[in-house]
């Protein structure tokens, strides 16, 4: 039986992390230019890893799958950026910070890993504000903060709707002034198609250029990951088109552990389906949630005659609109955690209360807010989320209520990791969204961004080192060697292979129907019976893929057939490890609701008897099941409870 | 409540950087009024595949209008005919039943065609290379709100961020001028206090990279303001000279 070691550090709580970098090993400068690190992915966690670990002195290869690191989807994160200041005097601290995101992620997260996590989070801001990023201020010139679910107090920083694009921008202005440097070289449309393993230890990596679709072969002597989710698994989420979960199967094949996949989160305010042709669904941001309120008509027939076009939202009295997380979560309000917000919109809609043509909407009203601060003051917090929101539905959302339902958003499980961000394959990490540490089964709003910049910035940096000190010897291995050849052969015959099967079908249209698989069957309610069906029909969707799909090959690249292709094929894999997560973890928490377990108001209801653990998945080979390894995830300082958010 | 165009596209096909292109013709039926421009060139590819043609390679990311990846020239205009949009925010409800729709790549020397509507933007990064940052090494900073920065500054600071880098300003300008970009990223460094000390060096180094490679001059006619997807102001470009100026006669 295989075990495992998440390397805790002993000791107190708010000492592990000062006490592991006082003791850890460290690299001397003239050694570090002797050492080569591979980061794939340039998101939040990429860039600002790559730019810190230049910054070191280290030799940084980093690669991209689009033109420009400043396209990572990390991007498009609106809200806001989480930070234990306390600037707003209003009781926020180190702990609560933690303790909010502990609770939040429904106690199915590392206690030192999320305190680590809390105790940076400060760190974060200041280096942000000094790399020139322009975070929203008061007149006096100090810095704003506003709420986010989850949490009672306001200790979220922001740039207008836009603070992802302003904190990866920072980052990849720090990782610009490296490439010019000439510690970090950049490699944008190349694909990782493989790692390389040696003795045991990654090496390197197999990746396609895009533009020239030539397989090439990279040695490193560390490899980390940071590739964002695998959300994209049911083909319309709010992932970005490109984003994709290869790099982590790829690396979950060669022996790193798959940990909670099952756990993926549906944000709950996203604009609706309008139709088949839909390519992906777009957030309104959570801090909306601020100011919006969320309702349903209180009566069915009201609902029914707004989906019929019969009655407009604004029609209807105060009196018969029913404000239901003011109802159901009196003390946390429209402000509650988004699995909770997510299944209290399914609920009203599968109740019969949804409007919209599909009837698959619930209204995210602002007019108590325009008529309390004005029309102007809610334009500067959310002038460009409405905009968006207008010319997506055409209509105008200071006039009439928003629209939104929830959609796949963030996916909590990934790879697994230790306490240094490393994952089961020696000299192989994972950062970001990529790994599965610290949002245990349910991720609160802002603190995606904190966690991306968190590892690339002040844990990454330090951790390698300690695996890397006792690298110092390893010459650079030449990309000749055996282990570099086998692997691109495979990379290659793969490729070869589905562009020998020359099918019927292309390959969006079999994801389609894999992301219809996911959303009905391992998506906000799930059970044992769908579950197994949803194992059934991935298991025919595979065979359909290997066997019908048509990929085109053509005489230049990039071939966007085949780079979907690819991806999906991975898609798949993932696919059937949530369900088959899902079906075994025999209770409800955060983003996964088992629906035979629930308390009697429709709460999720853990068994912290039974699964009070980290499922980690180890690859068997192909048609074999994956060996299931747990983590046990034991609460020395936290006393576990059932989540409320009612007072 | 949904209604449905039928159109005729006319889109750019080039194989290669350096083979010939040409514009192809291709009729779409029933195309919804609700989808987005990108997601009626996914129609078309499907379509295409379905035939065993060549889909039709464009960029395109996050589909929600702030990656910058998306660049089709619509119509004659770099990212279509709404106003304040990206090409992946356009909507068929702005196209008329039987409309033809003409789609290009950017057309600039700076931009050179990778295949089809795809171009190579590498330009941008290389000029924030040279010096769009400011130079502060991870950790050992000050406290966030040591320097207190006035609101206004702040906020103009910010509308100067919002520049997404798609390269639309380029595409726009007969000159094919890259002023709007690299005066967006200077002035917002340089109104912050933060960027305010390597204001000089950062103007020479980025306008110089700029010149080296290949982008043309600024003739003030407005093109890139109007067409910039976010707004970015030219004022921006006013800044940018006067710390080019100050720059050059302290030299």
Known sequence: ?647 | MEKTINITLKVWRQASPKAKGAFETYKLDGISTESSFLEMLDVLNEKLVSEKKEPVVFDHDCREGICGMCSLYVNGHPHGPDEDVTTCQLHMRKFKNGETITVEPWRSAAFPVIKDLMVNRNAFDQIIQAGGYVSVNTGGIPDANAIPIPKPKADEAMDAASCIGCGACVAACKNGSAMLFVSAKVSQLALLPQGKIEAARRAKAMVAKMDELGFGNCTNTRACEAECPKNVSISNIARLNREFITAKLKD
């Open chain 1, 1 to 647: 039986m295989t075990t495992i070691n998440s390397k805790i550090p002993a000791g107190a709580l708010a000492d592990k992390w000062k006490e592991y970098k006082d003791h850890q090993k460290l690299v001397n400068p003239a050694n570090k230019r002797r050492l080569d690190i591979i980061v794939v992915g340039t998101g939040l966690a990429g860039a600002s890893a790559a730019a810190s670990l230049g910054e070191l002195g280290f030799n940084v290869l980093n690669f991209c799958i689009q033109d420009s690191p400043r396209r990572a989807h990390s991007i498009a994160a609106q809200g806001g950026i989480n930070a234990a200041k306390n600037y707003p005097n209003d009781g926020d601290s180190v702990y609560r910070l933690f303790y909010d995101t502990i609770k939040g992620g429904d106690y199915r997260a590392r206690e030192a890993n999320v305190y680590r996590l809390a105790e940076v989070s400060n760190s974060i801001i200041d280096q942000c504000v000094a790399q020139g990023v322009p975070f929203a201020r008061e007149y006096g010139g100090l810095l704003d903060n506003r709420s986010f679910g989850g949490a009672q107090v306001s200790r979220t920083f922001y740039a207008k709707g836009q603070t992802g694009q302003q904190l990866l921008l920072g980052a990849y202005s720090a990782l610009s002034r490296q490439v010019n440097k000439g510690t970090v070289k950049l490699y944008t449309r190349y694909e990782m198609l493989d790692v390389v393993i040696i003795d045991g230890r990654a090496r390197g990596i197999i990746a396609r250029n895009l533009t020239t679709g030539k397989v090439e072969r990279f040695f490193a002597h560390a490899v980390v990951i940071g590739t964002g989710g695998y959300g994209n698994t049911f083909f319309l989420s709010t992932n970005a088109m490109g984003s994709n979960g290869s790099a982590a199967v790829q690396i979950y094949k060669k022996g790193a552990y798959f940990a909670n996949p099952a756990y993926a989160q549906i944000h709950p305010t996203c604009i609706p389906v309008h139709g088949e042709f839909q390519s992906k669904l777009t957030l309104m941001s959570e801090s909306l949630r601020n100011d919006g309120r969320i309702w349903t008509p209180k009566k069915k027939e009201d609902a029914e005659a707004i989906r019929a076009g019969k009655l407009k939202p604004t029609d209807l009295k105060e009196e018969d609109r029913d404000y239901y997380l003011e109802r159901r979560y009196p003390a946390f309000g429209n402000l509650v955690p988004r699995d909770v917000a997510s299944r209290a919109a399914k609920e009203r809609c599968d109740a019969g209360f949804g409007v919209g043509t599909t009837g698959l909407a619930v209204y995210l009203d602002f007019s108590e807010a325009i008529n309390r601060l004005g029309e102007n003051v809610v334009r500067a917090r959310y002038g460009n989320l409405f905009q968006m929101y207008e010319k997506i539905v055409d209509e105008n959302p200071y006039k009439t209520p928003m629209m939104i339902y929830p959609a796949i958003h963030y996916t909590m499980g990934g790879i697994w990791v230790d306490y240094e961000l490393q994952t089961s394959i020696p000299g192989l990490f994972a950062i970001g969204e990529a790994n599965f540490s610290d949002h245990g089964a349910n991720r609160l709003g802002a603190s995606a961004l904190m966690q991306g910049l968190a590892d690339g910035y002040f844990v990454l940096p330090y951790t390698i080192q300690n695996y890397l000190a006792d690298q110092i010897q390893v010459p650079r291995i030449s990309t000749d060697a055996p282990e570099f050849e086998d692997a691109e052969r495979g990379v290659k015959e793969r490729i070869q292979k589905l562009l020998s099967i020359q099918g019927k079908r292309s390959v969006d249209n079999i994801h389609k129907e894999l992301g219809l698989v996911m959303w009905d069957f391992v998506g906000m309610g799930r059970n044992e019976a769908g579950l197994k069906t949803a194992l059934e029909r991935i298991k025919e969707i595979r065979k359909e893929f290997w066997s019908n799909v048509y990929v085109p090959e053509t005489e230049t690249n990039p071939n966007i057939e085949l780079e979907k292709a690819l991806r999906l094929a991975d898609f798949i894999e993932i696919g059937e490890l949530m369900a088959r997560d899902a079906l075994l973890r025999e209770e409800s928490c955060g983003g996964h609701f088992r629906e035979e377990y629930q308390t009697e108001e429709g709460e999720a209801l853990r068994n912290d008897d039974k699964f009070a653990y980290v499922s980690c998945w180890k690859y068997a080979g192909e048609g074999n099941e994956p060996e299931l390894i747990k983590e046990d995830l034991t609460y020395e300082f936290v006393k576990r409870q059932q989540r409320n958010y009612k007072s």
